[in-house]
């Protein structure tokens, strides 16, 4: 067992998401010895303990700390032949699943990451647990422009913060209330933010320029313009995939030097 007071900061940070985790997590009952029957979920009603309250435990006698396999006695569930009518018990025996199949099985209680209510499996995966978490319901319209086939990963995801504005510029800085300077250490000569990033600067004009014109391309200035330039920059796929090679790429250039700038005063 884990002592949460010497964890470490992101095992206490990981310990916070239980919460978040647990409705993802079913239990496929078997031979009911290992899955808890208040607080796994283990029903299609989710943890019974939510369902009925506190008081479950102390109505129907089945420990809170009980397993499957302890609410079953005499080839049932130990309150099917109650004759309460508490409720709860009553609740129970409605709503339980058959208690035979559990008793006569021979297979191990096996727990599974759900999502979506789809079919578990032992494979997590991180993209759709996300899409659970936050589904999107509208596709922005640079999607397919930032995650194109042949994409390098560093270059896509500073891409996809930018195209969402959440580059931490000085025009940011300072509307979150932060005393920094304002002007570009690129070429310090404008005010720092992303539509002058990419490419108003006089710096980072003349890199994108320098492969554009090469390609002999004249992508449009604004930022949101450029992104569904993107688009289709040219009729042959290869030029198309290069000038998306090359748009990330600058980004993640330019946003490098812009911060090598700032923290280690390394020009290049």
């Excluded at 559990?102 to 993209?127: K, L, M, P």
């Excluded at 005010?191 to 002999?216: A, G, I, P």
Aim: net charge positive; charged share 20%.
């Amino acid at each position: 067992m884990v002592n949460v007071r010497n964890a470490s900061w992101i095992w206490k940070s990981l310990c916070k998401l239980r919460p978040i985790a647990r409705p993802f997590i079913q239990c496929r009952v078997g031979s009911g010895i290992t899955a808890k029957f208040w607080v796994d979920n283990w029903t299609s009603l989710g943890p019974l303990i939510d369902v009925v309250g506190e008081n479950g435990p102390m109505i129907t006698g089945v420990n809170l700390n009980a397993v499957v396999a302890d609410a079953l006695r005499n080839g049932g569930w130990i309150f099917e032949r109650s004759r309460s009518r508490n409720p709860i018990i009553s609740f129970m025996r409605e709503s339980l699943p058959a208690s035979q199949p559990i008793i006569e099985s021979e297979e191990d209680d096996q727990y599974v990451w759900v999502t979506n209510r789809q079919n578990g499996s032992e494979a997590f995966s991180t993209s759709v647990t996300w899409r659970s978490l936050f589904p999107c319901n509208t596709e922005v319209f640079w999607h397919k422009e930032i995650w194109f086939t042949g994409r390098i990963p560093k270059h896509a995801f500073m891409s996809l913060i930018a195209a969402r504005d959440r580059m931490v510029t000085r025009d940011r800085l300072i509307s979150w209330g932060l005393q920094v300077p304002t002007v570009c250490v690129l070429c310090v000569r404008d005010d720092e933010n992303r539509q002058h990033l990419f490419f108003d600067c006089v710096f980072s004009r003349q890199v994108w320029s320098h492969f554009v014109d090469r390609l002999h391309l004249s992508p449009p200035a604004q930022f949101e313009s450029g992104l569904r330039w993107l688009k289709n920059p040219s009729r042959d796929k290869n030029v198309k995939l290069i000038v998306r090679l090359l748009y990330q790429a600058c980004l993640y250039l330019i946003w490098r030097e812009r911060n090598s700038r700032i923290h280690s005063g390394n020009t290049r």
